[in-house]
């Protein structure tokens, strides 16, 4: 099984910068989307955004020049740098990540989420 493990969370003040990272883990594993979204307090989990295995990057609008995700093919591990933090952007993220695994004999596909990482950003 597919295990997803997120790092990079904590505080900082308004308008600083915070970069999470996720690493996935398990046998053979072929990803083909790897992404971030995040859930505030009584709010619905959201994207806030996704890559490609080819390289596609999509965005919340609210993240939109300010955010940039990036995945390593070769490490399995994806990132999100944020920027312009504002106190809206306090969340739980979550990392997911979609694709095929290797199995005892065979591949299949696997969709799995993080724990998920604290970032509280102060006015």
Not at 6 to 18: I, P
Not at 25 to 41: D, F, K, V
């Amino acid at each position: 099984q597919v295990q997803l493990v997120e790092s990079g969370g904590g505080l900082v003040q308004a308008g600083g910068s915070l970069r999470l990272s996720c690493a996935a883990s398990g046998n053979m594993i072929s990803p083909n989307t790897m992404a971030w979204y995040r859930q505030a307090p009584g709010a619905q989990r959201d994207l806030v955004a996704s890559v490609t295995i080819g390289g596609r990057t999509d965005y919340a609008d609210s993240v939109k020049g300010r955010f940039t995700i990036s995945m390593d093919n070769a490490k399995l591990t994806v990132d999100l740098q944020m920027n312009s933090l504002k106190p809206e952007d306090t969340a739980i993220y979550y990392c997911h990540a979609e694709g095929f695994e290797r199995g005892s004999s065979t591949w299949g596909p696997f969709n799995s989420w993080g724990r998920g990482t604290q970032v509280t950003v102060s006015s």
